[in-house]
């Protein structure tokens, strides 16, 4: 089940142009292009003549035509011509999402598109702030559903486990376990900070910066339902202690985002992007950090489709929660108080409108 009034992210912006994109999110195939004049449109990629994928078609000046008997579809999903006839049925429409841009990324929102709220739309300026955090983008498909991947951020713990040639190497495992944390639900979701003290710089700041001792390294995250994640991370010399005086300058900092997508109930889009926080001047500094967090967010891909595979064989059996997992657990209380409510909103729209 899904949040639907809310904003997905559903491609990056460079993804989409006036070639026609195919995207299936929260289970609801979508077409997602750009007119001539570069506005955005989003339609469910379902031609309503015979039902083939509007996304096989093409886009021209009047909007997508479908590549199988050619009728013409506006950016409201609007039928707007039929070769070799003047009538428009009235039942020609489609389906169409609120769609909107910012920050180099495109939302759509999932519910009523007369709803779509775009204060909700989740603020990434660090995007746009390419002298002090230069960033790269990607996309990884991965086969689970979207709450194993985000449960993944919300417990660090895995990291000197299944990061050990990136950011989790270098420290003992009990320095992870002994991080200090705060956690705290915010109105939007979860936020965490962790503290890793005097520890050892894991190989992916050793390779950025060439530190003369330990550091104290920071990890914050907050989640913000129903799937974006806000990372800082970064570490200085111990002798800034930097938890106590708020001093970061110096040393290796980086920004995550992750966007966290459902596709169907058992893949996502796992959209990400890292921005570089030392030596921003050379785009080496940056690929250098990319070429660190992707394979480390590969790593993270095989365990949670081998999750998934399990929870699939296995679908009646429980979970045991630790410690570690208490960002975890706030996470699923707001996103279930979140399902709920919007349940109940529904169930009395039905009855006002019976
Ligand atoms: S199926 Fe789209 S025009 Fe016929
Ligand atoms: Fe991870």
Not at 40 to 45: E, K, M
Not at 108 to 113: K, L, R, S
Request: charged share 25%; with cysteine; proline share 6%.
């Amino acid at each position: 089940m899904f949040l639907k009034n809310d904003w997905y992210m559903a491609a990056w912006a460079a993804e989409v142009g006036s070639a026609p994109v195919a995207r299936r999110i929260c289970n609801e195939p979508m077409v997602l292009y750009r007119d001539a004049a570069g506005s955005l449109a989003a339609l469910q990629d379902r031609c309503c003549h015979r039902g083939v994928a509007l996304s096989l078609g093409k886009v021209i000046e009047e909007g997508i035509q479908c590549g199988y008997h050619g009728i013409v579809f506006d950016a409201k999903g609007q039928c707007v011509h039929i070769p070799g006839q003047d009538r428009i049925p009235a039942k020609a429409v489609v389906h169409y999402y609120a769609v909107h841009e910012r920050d180099s990324i495109v939302w759509v929102w999932m519910g009523n598109p007369d709803e779509a709220d775009l204060s909700l739309i989740v603020d990434y300026p660090y995007h746009g702030d390419v002298k002090n955090w230069p960033h790269r983008e990607g996309l990884i498909p991965v086969k689970c559903n979207y709450e194993m991947l985000i449960d993944n951020i919300m417990d660090l713990t895995h990291l000197p486990y299944v990061h050990t040639k990136t950011i989790g190497g270098g420290t003992p495992t009990n320095v992870h376990s002994k991080a200090v944390m705060k956690t705290e639900r915010m109105p939007r979701g979860v936020k965490y900070s962790r503290w890793l003290l005097d520890s050892v710089p894991p190989p992916t700041y050793a390779k950025a910066i060439d530190f003369p001792g330990k550091i104290d390294r920071w990890q914050e995250e907050e989640l913000l339902t129903p799937s974006v994640i806000i990372q800082f991370t970064g570490g200085v010399d111990t002798s800034q202690r930097p938890r106590e005086t708020g001093n970061r300058e110096g040393g290796f900092g980086m920004r995550v985002l992750h966007c966290i997508v459902p596709e169907t109930e058992t893949s996502c889009h796992y959209f990400f992007s890292v921005s570089n926080g030392f030596g921003q001047d050379d785009p080496a500094n940056t690929d250098l950090v990319y070429d660190q967090v992707y394979p480390t967010l590969l790593e993270d891909k095989v365990f949670c489709e081998n999750q998934q595979a399990i929870a699939t064989e296995f679908p009646d059996e429980n979970f045991v929660d630790i410690r570690s997992d208490e960002a975890r657990i706030l996470y699923h209380q707001h996103l279930d108080e979140r399902l709920a409510n919007e349940k109940k909103l529904a169930k009395r729209d039905a009855a006002v409108s019976a």
